[in-house]
C-alpha cells in the first residue's frame, strides 16, 4: 500500500511517520522524522495533524513531544478516541505517511519554568506521560536535580507505555544511562486492575507510598526541595495542586520560575 502524502501547507511542517508502536487498543505511540529546522526544549508540546474535508483547514491537536530536546526524531503519544476528528485517522497512519507538524513549539513543562531544588516530582496520568519522557531522557535534568521521580497513573497495567525502559531506569539510553542509574526513579500506580502499587497519585501522596525508598529525603513535599511538574487529568490536577499548595509550593511559569508547573493547554 502506498504511503498517505499531505499537501504542503505554509502554515505547517510536512513530517514523515518514522515508526508506530500499538500499546494496547486505546493508546499508540508514534514518531516522525524531525525537521531540520526545528527546535524545541525539552517538556514542549507542539501541533500536529492531518488535512481536513476537501477544501477545509487541517485538523490539528496539541501534543507534547514525548522524545527529547536533542533526538533526531520527535515521538508522540496518543489515546485512540472512537469517532474523534484526529485520532480516528491518526491511529491509522503507517511508516513512511505524512502529517502536519506545528512550527512553533511551546509549554510551561519545561526546567526554565522551575526554581533549582533537590527532587524532581514528574506526576502524570495517562498521555501525561509523553513530555516527562522528553525530560527524563535530557541530561540537564539530572544536572540541576539530584533525583529525578517520574509517577504515572493510569487505570490498566496494559496503559503503562515504557514501562519496561522505564523500570530499567533508562538503561539503554546513551547519554543519561549512567546518570539515570543513580538518580532517576519511576513508580507506575494502577486503579482498576491488580497491581504491585495500587491507588490514585493521591492516596500515594497522603499514605507516604510516594516517597518511600529509593527515593530519599522527608516523607512529604519540601518547598525548600522539592520541585513539581503535573500533567494528566483535570481530576488529578484539581487534587493535587491544592496538596502543592498546601506545603508551600508556589506555582512557576516562563516569565516568573516557581516550586511547581502544570500544562494548562490539557486542561478544560
Given at each position: 500500500m ?13 513530517a ?5 508502536r ?9 514518531a516522525?522524522?524531525?525537521p ?41 503519544l ?7 476528528p484526529?485520532?480516528?485517522r491518526?491511529?491509522?497512519?503507517r511508516v ?7 512550527r ?9 519554568a ?6 524532581l516530582?514528574?506526576?502524570?496520568t ?7 519522557l522528553?525530560?527524563?531522557?535530557d ?7 539530584s533525583q ?7 487505570r490498566?497495567?496494559s ?15 546513551p ?8 538518580q ?14 495500587a ?6 501522596i ?23 511538574m ?5 481530576a ?8 502543592l ?9 516562563n ?14
Amino acid at each position: 500500500m502506498l504511503p498517505s502524502l499531505v499537501a504542503d501547507h505554509p502554515g505547517f511542517h510536512t513530517a514523515t511517520v518514522k515508526w508506530v508502536r500499538h500499546w494496547n487498543d486505546r493508546l499508540f505511540s508514534f514518531a516522525v522524522h524531525r525537521p531540520a529546522s526545528f527546535r524545541f526544549r525539552s517538556g514542549e508540546f507542539v501541533m500536529i495533524g492531518l488535512p481536513g474535508a476537501v477544501g477545509g483547514k487541517p485538523v490539528m491537536r496539541a501534543y507534547s513531544i514525548a522524545s527529547p530536546a536533542y533526538a533526531d526524531e520527535l515521538e508522540f503519544l496518543s489515546i485512540k478516541v472512537p469517532g474523534g476528528p484526529l485520532t480516528q485517522r491518526l491511529q491509522a497512519i503507517r511508516v513512511d505517511d505524512q502529517l502536519y507538524l506545528g512550527r512553533k513549539p511551546t509549554g510551561t513543562l519545561v526546567c526554565d519554568a522551575l526554581l533549582g531544588g533537590r527532587r524532581l516530582w514528574l506526576l502524570g496520568t495517562g498521555t501525561g506521560l509523553a513530555p516527562f519522557l522528553s525530560l527524563v531522557r535530557d541530561a540537564e535534568v539530572y544536572e540541576r536535580f539530584s533525583q529525578v521521580v517520574l509517577v504515572h497513573g493510569v487505570r490498566r497495567v496494559s496503559d503503562l507505555a515504557w514501562r519496561e525502559e522505564l523500570t530499567a531506569q533508562l538503561a539503554g539510553d546513551p547519554l543519561v544511562g549512567d546518570q539515570a542509574l543513580l538518580q532517576f526513579h519511576y513508580l507506575p500506580a494502577v486503579t482498576r486492575e491488580p497491581f504491585h502499587t495500587a491507588g490514585r497519585l493521591t492516596d500515594l501522596i497522603a499514605d507516604g507510598r510516594l516517597f518511600g525508598p529509593p527515593v530519599a529525603g522527608p516523607r512529604g513535599f519540601d518547598a525548600e526541595l522539592d520541585r513539581v511538574m503535573l500533567c494528566g487529568s483535570m481530576a488529578m490536577m484539581r487534587d493535587v495542586v491544592p496538596l502543592l499548595e498546601a506545603a508551600g509550593l508556589d506555582e512557576g511559569s516562563n516569565a516568573a520560575p516557581g516550586r511547581y508547573v502544570i500544562e494548562r493547554a490539557f486542561v478544560g
